[in-house]
């Protein structure tokens, strides 16, 4: 049976566009959306990450501020950069990009960033909100599969959902988008047992577990439509997700390619919910749900 792929471009172009269009608006009400990333850390792939962010802000029309506070950054200036840009009118929406310095604690760091102001849904602020059906953005990465499911007209109510990892940035948000969406959902992690206990039976599964080859073609049902979360970089430098694409490929019904699948998706997620973020903070009006 073929595959069929369910690539994140042509999506990121759609929203790429959107926030454009909404940068275009509120630009001639005399703002511009602006977000700042702020980074601590040496990592060459992080800076190609933060900097491929900036180019698709150009791109938009959204102003970028990169505040790099090197590898040795501390848990004090840390905060008191956060607090500050969370104060800063100029400055509409806010990422604490990862990895950050080892002594660092970032759960205490995530907690300054303004909620109005956190288009990642980092703060724990922004997750309770998600929890119980309050506006507040999602994780980008969560709302990112979410969309692509909706381009592509895939179903999820009433349907047997599998998300594979639970953090607070991917797999918690995410089934929490899911279950607002009636999906019948199943979180599994490393302590749940078998994968294939509940992937077989799955309509959707969602891998998002860092961990390359993880799901593979005899876990899943010829019904199956399987979103890569996952990013891996191999010792020779590409990129590969947590789908063993070889044996899941010509069994599973659809699969989103890595890369090109769910992060396209995610990085024109963060510049429409910055702009949407703007025009909320404009209005002094409440949060968009993400
Ligand atoms: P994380 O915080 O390390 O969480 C990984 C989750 O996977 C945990 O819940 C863990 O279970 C679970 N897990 C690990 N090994 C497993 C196994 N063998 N079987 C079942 N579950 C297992 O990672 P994350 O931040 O959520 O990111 C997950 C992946 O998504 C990574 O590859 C990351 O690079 C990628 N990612 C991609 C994007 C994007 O835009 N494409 C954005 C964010 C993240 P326990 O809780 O039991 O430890």
């Known amino acids: ?7 994140g471009k042509p999506l990121a172009a759609l929203i790429q566009q959107r926030a454009q269009d909404e940068a275009r608006t509120l630009e001639n009400d ?4 602006t977000l700042a990333v702020v980074v601590a850390t040496d990592d060459e792939s992080t800076h190609w990450y933060v900097r491929s962010i900036e180019r698709a802000a150009e791109r938009a029309g959204i102003g970028c501020r990169i505040i790099d506070l090197g590898h040795d950054a501390t848990q004090q200036v840390l905060a008191s950069v956060l ?17 950050l310095p080892s002594n660092v604690r970032i759960d205490e760091l995530v907690g300054h960033i303004a ?17 119980v059906g309050q506006p507040a953005f999602a994780p980008a990465t969560a709302r ?15 349907r047997n959902v599998v998300v594979i990892g639970r953090s607070a940035v991917v797999g918690k948000p995410l089934s929490l988008l899911l279950l607002e969406r009636d999906a019948a959902i199943t979180v599994c992690h490393s302590r749940s047992g078998p994968l294939e206990k ?45 789908v063993d694409e070889k044996s899941v490929r010509g069994v599973a019904a659809a699969l989103t390619p890595v ?3 769910v992060g396209s998706v995610t990085t024109a997620l963060l510049l429409l919910h910055t702009a949407e973020a703007a025009r909320e903070q404009s209005v002094g009006g409440r949060l968009p749900v993400g």
């Open 30 to 33: 005399g703002l511009r959306p």
């Open 198 to 242: 509940y992937t077989k039976a799955a309509d959707v599964v969602v891998v998002a577990a860092g961990r390359t080859g993880l799901l593979t073609g005899s876990q899943v049902s010829p019904q199956a439509v399987v979103i890569d979360v996952g990013t891996n970089v191999l010792p020779d430098g590409s990129l590969v997700g947590d």
């Open 259 to 261: 890369p090109g699948g």
């Open 115 to 131: 909620p109005e102001k956190d288009i990642d849904g980092a703060n724990p602020l922004s997750l309770g909100r998600l929890a």
């Open 83 to 99: 607090r500050d840009l969370s104060a800063a009118p100029g400055v509409n929406g806010i990422i604490l990009q990862t990895p």
């Open 1 to 7: 049976m073929s595959t069929t792929t369910l690539s």
């Open 144 to 158: 990112a599969v979410v969309e692509i499911l909706d381009h592509y007209d895939i179903p999820v109510a009433g």
